[in-house]
């Protein structure tokens, strides 16, 4: 699914770029740096805006296009930030078969926000994930550290209520 | 003789004696074999993706990519064979499924890539396809059009872009099936870091990328019986317009342009080769007074306006370094709209001039509010490349190879050999040197006319030149890639300069952005920019003046208005100035 630029205005400290400085300097003599900065940066910020990999790339000396295109490639990366809670749907095959795309949808529906977005509260994201291992539970939604299993459209509004 | 560094590789039955670090693809070319590539393009982007290549090799499993598998000595290679033709036509067909296939009205119907391919391999029909592909037009930006409903996602734009120019301003996004080229974060190319350069169009494979035209635009001026419009040729449009019209490459073709923009309607036609004999008054003269008074060194170029927009977003320290004159694009509008004006008592808001450049970054130059004159005229007032100057002569119905030759109008067609040079990487160098040497060394002194040092291919020369009591230190650099290392070295105190000429394009401007295109297979075979060198320099050769200040109609524009190079009148209407880019607005 597309990595959507985030509508969210960036909201990064001075002590986040010191740190996201300080990692970059950390890797910019190995070969290959970008990958765990961008991780590193993640952890730092919770997402990549613009803002970062601006950083990144006036620091790496390489072009923010390209830096892009990595962080858009990869699924663990996100241009979005994520909300107070974060909702997954398992979109793995196991889950899949039996009807989690529905949940998905009905998730959707519920918090008026698209996969890989956050709501206008920053309460909620809403993320599809792949197989979290655990399919004799299928189909699964998490909330932050929370599974729940053999889920139906019906249940989702109620469970995620008590996040409210 | 056994040579460790050449191997022996037989390729459909042929044996070639190759050297070691050849891939298949190259070996098979030394024994006259065309293998089919779409994402393919030599030295720029050689990574396996679109699998048009596939060949069968000794010690391979399956088939492999031919233009990045190594070959070993001994290795037989197997181009052509059943499972091969499957293969690639099983390819093709699944990458026309998701490309949006308009031929007939495609920019590029006469020279796709892609649609070449299918004529050679004999695919006559797609089996799947894409429904409703609707176009994706990116239109932002004032020299190309992206569409990437054509795009058959090959990157060789985006290598091209990184690699051989250093910006980087393209990229593939998302995975899978949702990959598509774009800029960061989805923006406008006009918003972007890109100098405009037009080596992305030059090396796509299909319409995805193609120039934006404004011959509808300069048809309608010439209309327009009220205005009076004026076409002013680049010195590389000569050698390269005849590509278009199966001309020899790098043949001059000068005299049948003339007169085929003297059928197409234009009042004037003058030869911006007189305007690069100016550029070289006022350019010169400012490096002998930047060198006797102390001014910022050492100096470069300016007549390249992709470089000047890369020192723009790049080195913000080096814009005093940049000299200030105009390009000869801009110098010859300017002209035309003060001095031809005032002589002819005409009405500089009349005129359009219409100039046809190799170069698709002109386009974005006549735009530049900073080069309005003080009449409040812009200089130039549309930017064709060769390409739409050929395509109006198509379209006109003139069989371009039995159009008999005219001369340029006085008085701004005559030019001097230094001039025609202009297009060839260290040509503005040596055309400089040709001019300072005689007047640093005076009138009287033996100077030399020919600087080879500056001339050919190499990315980056370099050399010093003593010049009467003078010692000059120059470098030459064509492609961004080899600016970039040449500035560095300059950064770093490495390298010392006193004139540094860049020119974007590797070779120079007659391998602009504008000129005619070639598929990866010509530009694998045959060097493109050095045929249309060679044809510069034999223009050079035959003629009766080559250096700038003995151009007669120069001279004369002097005496008559501007006084002399570098003069307060040569200041407003030939100089001008640039601003710092931020490289990634936010």
């Known amino acids: ?164 | 003789m056994a040579d460790n560094n050449m191997v022996k590789v037989t390729v459909d039955g042929v044996e070639v004696s190759v050297p070691a670090d050849y891939k298949i693809i190259d070996a098979a070319r030394e024994a006259g074999i065309k293998i089919p590539t779409l994402c393919y393009l030599k030295g720029v982007n050689e990574f396996g993706s679109c699998r048009m290549c596939l060949v069968e090799a000794t010690g391979a499993r399956g088939l492999v990519a031919a233009c990045v598998y190594p070959v070993s000595d001994g290795m037989v290679v197997t181009t052509d064979s059943p499972a091969i033709r499957k293969s690639r036509r099983n390819s093709l067909e699944l990458i026309l499924s998701n490309h949006r296939q308009e031929c007939t009205t495609c920019e590029r119907n006469d020279n796709c890539e892609l649609r070449q391919l299918c004529a050679d391999l004999g695919v006559d029909h797609v089996r799947y396809q894409i429904e409703n592909l609707e176009p994706q037009l990116e239109e932002s930006a004032p020299h190309l059009i992206r569409d990437n409903s054509k795009c058959i996602l090959c990157r060789r734009c985006v290598a091209v872009c990184r690699k051989t120019q250093q910006v980087g301003v393209l990229t593939p996004a998302d995975r899978g099936f949702a990959t598509h080229i774009e800029h960061a974060f989805g923006r406008d190319m006009a918003e972007v870091n890109c100098v405009n350069c037009g080596q992305c169009i030059a090396a796509c494979p299909t319409g995805a990328l193609s120039l934006k035209s404004q011959t509808n635009q300069v048809r309608e001026a010439i209309q327009d019986e009220d205005k009076i419009v004026i076409a002013i040729t680049a010195p590389s449009v000569r050698v390269g317009l005849g590509d278009r019209f199966g001309e020899p490459l790098g043949a001059n073709t000068e005299g049948k342009m003339v007169t085929a923009l003297k059928r197409l309607g234009f009042d004037y036609v003058f030869d911006v080769d007189w305007a690069a004999d100016v550029t070289i008054m006022e350019e010169g003269t400012e490096l002998i007074d930047r060198i006797a008074n102390g001014g910022t060194m050492p100096m470069f170029t300016s007549c390249c306006p992709g470089w000047i927009k890369y020192c723009e977003y790049y080195h913000h320290d080096l814009l005093p370094n940049l000299s200030t004159c105009r390009s000869p694009q801009q110098m010859h509008g300017g002209l035309i709209k003060t001095y031809w004006a005032e002589r002819n008592h005409i009405d500089p808001s009349k005129i359009v001039v219409v100039s046809i450049m190799p170069c698709t970054a002109k386009k974005f130059e006549i735009e530049r509010e900073e080069q309005r004159l003080d009449n409040g005229c812009m200089p130039t007032d549309f930017s064709l490349t060769t390409r739409e100057l050929a395509d109006m002569i198509v379209e006109s119905g003139m069989v371009f190879g039995m159009l008999k030759d005219t001369p340029f109008d006085p008085i701004m067609g005559e030019s001097t050999g230094a001039a025609v040079i202009f297009g060839a990487s260290g040509g503005v160098m040596e055309a400089a040197l040709r001019t300072a040497a005689v007047i640093l060394a005076g009138p009287e002194a033996d100077v030399p006319l020919i600087f080879e040092e500056t001339r050919g291919l190499e990315g980056i020369k370099e050399a010093t030149y003593q010049v009467g009591e003078t010692t000059l230190r120059i470098a030459v650099a064509s492609g961004l890639n080899n600016a970039e290392r040449l500035i560095q070295a300059i950064k770093s105190g490495e390298a010392h300069y006193d004139f540094v000429e860049i020119m974007t394009c590797p070779g120079g401007c007659i391998n602009g952005g504008g000129q005619p295109q070639h598929s990866a297979w010509e530009k694998s075979i045959k060097s493109i920019p050095a045929a249309r060198i060679k044809g510069t320099y034999n223009i050079d050769d035959k003629m009766p003046l080559r250096r700038s200040l003995e151009n007669p109609e120069v001279k004369m524009m002097y005496d008559e208005y501007l006084d002399r190079p570098n003069s307060h009148n040569a200041h407003q209407i030939l100089h001008c100035t640039y601003v710092e880019r931020e490289l990634y607005k936010i």
Not at chain 1, 18 to 27: D, K, S, W, Y
Not at chain 1, 51 to 56: F, L, S, T, Y
Not at chain 1, 115 to 124: E, H, I, R, S, W
Request: glycine share 10%; proline share 5%.
């Open chain 1, 1 to 164: 699914m597309p990595n959507c630029k985030t509508t969210v205005p960036f909201a990064g400290t001075e002590e986040q770029e010191r740190q996201l400085r300080e990692v970059i300097a950390a890797h910019k003599g190995e070969q290959g740096p970008l990958m765990p900065i961008l991780h590193e940066a993640q952890e730092i910020y919770g997402y990549l805006p613009e803002e970062v990999q601006k950083i990144i790339a006036e620091e790496l000396n390489i072009p923010l296009s390209e830096i892009y295109g990595v962080t858009t490639f990869y699924t663990r990366f996100t241009l979005n930030p994520k909300g107070e809670n974060q909702v997954s749907v398992c979109l793995g095959t196991a889950c899949y078969v039996k009807g989690s795309a529905s949940v998905l949808a009905e998730v959707e529906k519920v918090l008026g926000c698209e996969v890989g977005a956050m709501t206008d509260d920053g309460k909620f994201s809403v993320d599809a994930t792949r197989c979290v291992g655990a399919c004799g539970l299928a189909p699964i939604m998490l909330v932050n550290d929370d599974v729940y299993g053999h889920m139906t459209p019906d249940r989702v509004a109620g469970i995620l209520a008590k996040y409210m």
